[in-house]
């Protein structure tokens, strides 16, 4: 299957900080990618949907200038939590859509966040 | 009204055996299409099988196959020979074609494989 990198998989950060969070597509151009966060034992919140060259697409309650989101290239989304604070602690997983077979999404391996 | 169902949060079975872990789902959207992904404690979501609103026959993935009752709104998956690299999270995921390709994930089902 295709590949998504993100980078780092694990960041602790002061609280007050901005922390940039890679999401890469390897093996294939990626029109549209998400973020999604992910509480422990809880499933998967989206957050946003990145689409390449335009503005992302953010989920209702979604704090659009505090996840700061830019879809620079058809491979590259980033996602940068601005002024980080502890209950922004949680993991953050983003995926990129292929447009075959089934346009099925595929996952980066996740990036833990830790606020101190 | 959740979109996505999952009512097992966890469950047990034993190497070899085969396991159905449950997913309905609900929609009006015509054209969907319903995914299973794997996390295990890595926390990576591994893509396991997909099932087209339209398609006519059950998906299959080697071990993996999805009971797909469309009247019902189910989409479980069956795994069969359970293996102990098999215990991890399991999410059900619908994606509405009409709605920009978006996941609508469920609350997942955490599967245990013991020898």
């Known amino acids: 299957g295709a590949v998504v990198s993100q980078h780092p998989s694990r960041v602790i950060c002061k609280s007050g900080t901005s922390v940039k969070i890679e999401c890469r597509s390897l093996d294939f151009q990626a029109t549209t990618m998400f973020w999604y966060r992910q509480f422990p034992k809880k499933s998967l919140m989206l957050m946003a949907t990145s689409n390449e060259g335009s503005k992302a697409t953010y989920e209702q309650g979604v704090e659009k200038d505090k996840f700061l989101i830019n879809h620079a290239s058809l491979t590259l989304s980033t996602l940068t939590v601005t002024s980080a604070h502890p209950e922004d602690s949680s993991f953050y997983i983003c995926?990129?859509?292929?447009?075959?077979?089934?346009?099925?999404?595929?996952f980066g391996p996740g990036t833990r966040l830790t606020v101190l | 009204a959740q979109k996505i169902t999952q009512t097992q949060p966890g469950m047990f079975v034993q190497e070899k055996e085969a396991v159905t872990l449950d997913c309905t789902y609900d929609?009006?959207?015509?054209?969907?299409?319903l995914f299973w992904y794997k996390q295990p404690s890595s926390g990576e979501m591994i893509f396991l099988i997909y099932?087209?609103?339209?398609?006519?026959q059950n998906a299959t993935e080697g071990r993996y196959s999805l009971n797909f009752q469309k009247a019902r709104k189910s989409a479980n998956l069956v795994i069969s020979a359970s293996q102990l690299g098999d215990s991890a999270m399991y999410f059900c995921?619908?994606?509405?074609?009409?709605?920009?390709?978006?996941?609508?994930f469920g609350t997942g089902t955490r599967l245990q494989v013991f020898p």
């Open positions: 099932q087209g609103s339209y398609d006519q």
């Open positions: 995921a619908m994606r509405e074609d009409s709605n920009t390709d978006k996941l609508i």
């Open positions: 995926s990129a859509s292929a447009a075959f077979p089934y346009n099925e999404q595929f």
């Open positions: 929609t009006s959207d015509p054209s969907y299409g």
